[in-house]
């Protein structure tokens, strides 16, 4: 089992240039996470997924959008990328909601994004 | 509402135990600890939900003290193997989503 599995791991771009993030798991889980990472801030939530078909906003949405076509796969979307969001990102699936079920979250080994 | 983490740093020697204290000042439904070594993925450790028990597994241990609405980890005997950064999720509510605390990082050296 590869478990949660992020593409690419490393990028670096222009300020105003647009990418996707692509995290995908093998667990079927039905939740899915997206994170950023920066010092002394701890994991601060982006975005995250209750099932296919479904997003919604977490703690820091501004500036991404997200999408969940397939069970296995949760996109994270930079439109026009800002330096404000240099990060390392961190994608995360869990089989129920966060403590409410017991169940742990598993995490991806991130994506490190600067941006120029 | 970002969780409170104390200390922000610790150091140890080999075989020295460690306590890392997690505070809310809303109360707590539950709250999870996590472990991360430099470069790496979080890794879950435990959850403890509101009136349960404390856990543990080998020497670690966590408990969840409701009238402070604190959760405390408890590494006993550290090994070098401990070290990284600590992190408790707390969830405030059924189902909400929980916050990251900003972590402690523990250095154990030989």
């Known amino acids: 089992n590869a478990g949660v599995t992020q593409t690419p791991k490393f990028r670096v771009l222009k300020t105003g240039q647009s990418m996707t993030l692509l995290c995908a798991q093998d667990m079927n889980h039905e939740y899915m996470y997206w994170y950023r990472q920066d010092p002394g801030m701890g994991l601060r939530l982006i975005h995250y997924?209750?099932?296919?078909?479904?997003?919604a906003k977490g703690e820091v949405p501004d500036g991404y959008n997200v999408s969940r076509l397939k069970k296995q796969n949760f996109l994270l979307g930079l439109e026009s990328a800002a330096p404000s969001q240099t990060s390392v990102y961190f994608c995360a699936s869990s089989y129920g909601f966060g403590g409410s079920s017991n169940q742990p979250q598993h995490f991806g080994d991130g994506t490190r994004l600067s941006i120029l | 509402q970002q969780p409170v983490q104390s200390p922000q740093a610790v150091i140890l020697r080999e075989g020295e135990d460690a306590v890392i204290n997690c505070s809310s000042s809303?109360?707590?439904?539950?709250v999870h600890w996590y472990r991360q070594k430099h470069g790496e993925a979080p890794v879950f450790l435990m959850i403890?939900?509101?009136?349960?028990e404390q856990k543990g597994h080998e020497k670690i241990s966590a408990s969840f003290n409701e009238k402070k609405q604190q959760s405390s980890l408890y590494l006993t005997a550290s090994q070098l193997s401990y070290s990284g950064t600590y992190f408790c999720g707390t969830e405030y509510s059924y189902g909400q989503n929980f916050v990251f605390g900003p972590g402690t990082r523990l250095s154990v050296l030989p």
């Open positions: 997924s209750v099932g296919e078909g479904t997003t």
């Open positions: 809303k109360a707590l439904y539950s």
């Open positions: 403890l939900l509101k009136g349960g």
